[in-house]
């Protein structure tokens, strides 16, 4: 089960690995667990230059030493790094973390003091050099998004990674709607919310078990499922742990009938439209 990353992008499975703060557990268990990802599917792996300064970015190096060619690997470059010059320094520094020639995509972490054009016009250099094959943003709000495209033009921008999880459907509003009619992939990060997953004996968290039991499945496959529900969404899910990631891996196949879709809408509103999209 794959679909279109971004308007010209490659098939990517729904449901990839994300790796904020996986350098501060185990590591010999962060990358069994990456492993194991790749062996399920779930070849779509997120790091960053800010997750552990770098260390994030040198356990994926290791963990996927000998199957880069299975990886649709991306990272993302810190405001403050994001002139002409410092992109082409901090991907370069990121390459070696991950033991790699090239990122499938290359992301501005969120917005900075640099003028987009620039950052943009040092994306395409890497382009055109081979380093990098796609690029995006991360926490866009729809008019960060209007100016990207006009900075940028049409079909560039890869993706928008975003916050999103049961608890926080912000960009329901405005982003994702920009982004389907922009031909850009909306990556949802932390999609389990920030240690605030719905409790098993909660009124919504007994709504996610009652539709999770009647698939075989688990609560969280069934999040998963609900916020890739639309085919220009992709999560992606922190992998600590190989039972955490095969349980991730299991809502790949899971599909909510429109019924159950409308129960957990009622069970977490979304709410009305913020006056700025949240993020972490």
């Keep these: 089960m794959q679909r279109s990353f971004g308007a010209s992008g490659p098939s990517v499975p729904p449901i990839g690995q994300g790796s904020w703060y996986s ?18 599917g779930l070849f779509h792996i997120d790091t960053a230059e800010m997750y552990g300064d770098g260390r994030s970015e040198a356990l994926i190096g290791e963990a996927i030493e000998g199957r880069r060619d299975e990886v649709f690997l991306v990272s993302k470059v810190l405001p403050h790094y994001a002139s002409r010059r410092g992109v082409q320094a901090a991907c370069e520094r990121s390459l070696k973390h991950l033991r790699t020639d090239r990122l ?80 850009v992939a909306v990556v949802a990060y932390s999609p389990f919310g920030h240690d605030d997953f719905p409790a098993a004996g909660s009124a919504p968290g007994k709504v996610l078990a009652e539709i999770a039991a009647s698939h075989g499945a688990t609560p969280r496959q069934v999040a998963l499922a609900f916020l890739t529900r639309r085919e220009s969404v992709f999560a992606i899910p922190k992998a600590g742990r190989v039972t955490h990631v095969e349980d991730n891996a299991g809502a790949l196949n899971l599909a909510l009938s429109d019924a159950e879709i409308a129960r957990i809408d009622a069970a977490f509103p979304r709410g009305r439209k913020p006056a700025s999209l949240p993020m972490i």
């Design 23 to 40: 350098e501060q557990g185990d590591r010999r268990e962060a990358i069994a667990a990456f492993r194991r990802g790749l062996d399920l």
């Design 104 to 183: 499938d995509c290359y992301l501005l972490h969120w917005r900075g003091p640099h003028p987009l054009a620039e950052t943009f016009s040092a994306f395409e250099a890497l382009k055109q050099e081979g380093k990098i094959l796609s690029w995006g943003v991360s926490n866009f709000d729809e008019d960060d998004l209007d100016e990207a495209l006009a900075a940028a033009g049409p079909g560039k921008i890869a993706c928008n990674q975003v916050l999103y999880h049961l608890r926080e459907r912000a960009i329901e509003h405005a982003v994702i709607p920009w982004c389907e009619r922009n031909s």
